[in-house]
């Protein structure tokens, strides 16, 4: 019996020095002090990415560090969070006017955000926003005051026999139309009695996506600038014809090419002061076919030897038309899942 109890003694105490010694020539010293060094710097690299600073660039290093690339790794770029929301307002700089006319629906407020995002990127940027409703209506009036943007919110409703597809008469209005109008009356009605500021005016659809690079090419109209436009009139994209010698001389497009212009809403922009030169010029209610909308506004305000080919001689597409997917709300109401009362 004292046999046994010696030999189990013996054993609890060389087993654990076997197991050490075993994994002490497994692992050496050297590689444990290499993993142990590479978390070291890996916590260094996450920490000054967390701070938002960085050791390097206090030594004269940029402030966008290329980290070394390793075999079967990507490359990692850390940059500094430079974006202040929004830009400081310049005195300096032209304003640009985006219209936007909208209209309730499930994705109304998604769309608004999205827009309102871009913007918030601008500088100089005062949004009017036109409700196609009796009512300034509580989900928008929220969303522009939280967004932080300059705005000015409108609304209108278009009357039910007006309405794209409710209308008997074969040339009705296209939606956005009186909205547009209200937008345009705003800014005569604003500027009214004093100096018009150095600016532009733009009609942004709120179901579109714009690049930043549009609002700085459009800045500087002097009275009409012109651009592609993706995914309109089933095309990739439609655009300006421009000459060699920087004329737009035509349109590309398929649908009705011999329209006087021939370009979607989101395609031009219109100099402030021209705007308030030509009190007439307005997007025409009756009688005007459909496609028709854009030339009923730009034939009182410019000749086509007077538009101005943007985005390298309308070689670049900086706006699209994408339009948000309608969501499918079949189950909506059963068994009570969700609660009316829940801003979407």
Not at 205 to 222: A, C, H, K, V
Request: hydrophobic share 35%; glycine share 6%; aromatic share 10%.
């Amino acid at each position: 019996m004292l046999r046994r109890r010696n030999l189990l003694t013996t054993l609890l105490i060389a087993l654990p020095w076997a197991l050490l010694l075993t994994l002490w020539h497994q692992y050496p010293t050297t590689r444990y002090l290499s993993l142990l060094r590479k978390e070291t710097d890996e916590n260094v690299t996450s920490k000054a990415l967390l701070n938002g600073t960085s050791a390097l660039r206090e030594e004269g290093f940029p402030s966008c560090i290329r980290q070394q690339q390793s075999i079967g790794s990507t490359p990692k770029i850390i940059q500094n969070y430079v974006y202040s929301r929004p830009p400081p307002w310049s005195d300096t700089l032209p304003t640009i006017f985006v219209i936007t006319p909208t209209y309730t629906r499930p994705v109304q407020k998604a769309e608004l955000t999205r827009l309102a995002n871009t913007f918030l990127h601008v500088q100089n940027l005062h949004w009017v926003v036109v409700e196609d409703s009796p009512r300034r209506t509580n989900l928008v009036s929220n969303l522009l005051e939280k967004a932080g943007l300059n705005f000015t919110h409108l609304n209108v409703e278009t009357p039910k026999s007006l309405k794209l597809g409710l209308s008997w008469i074969p040339s009705h209005t296209p939606r956005g139309t009186l909205q547009r109008n209200l937008g345009l009356h705003w800014l005569r009605d604003s500027f009214s009695n004093t100096a018009p500021p150095e600016g532009v005016v733009y009609f942004a659809d709120d179901d579109n996506t714009y690049s930043l690079e549009l609002f700085e090419e459009m800045r500087y109209t002097r009275r009409v600038s012109v651009w592609p436009v993706a995914f309109v009139g089933g095309l990739r994209y439609e655009s300006p014809k421009v000459s060699p010698a920087g004329k737009v001389v035509g349109w590309k497009t398929v649908f009705d090419p011999n329209r006087p212009f021939a370009i979607d809403m989101a395609g031009f922009a219109i100099s402030i002061k021209l705007i308030l030169e030509k009190p007439q010029a307005s997007f025409k209610l009756e009688g005007v076919k459909g496609g028709y909308q854009e030339t009923s506004l730009l034939k009182d305000l410019v000749t086509m030897d007077g538009l101005e080919p943007k985005a390298a001689n309308c070689t670049k597409v900086l706006v699209w038309h994408t339009r948000t997917e309608r969501p499918t709300l079949v189950n909506e109401g059963k068994r009570g899942f969700t609660d009316p009362r829940v801003e979407v």
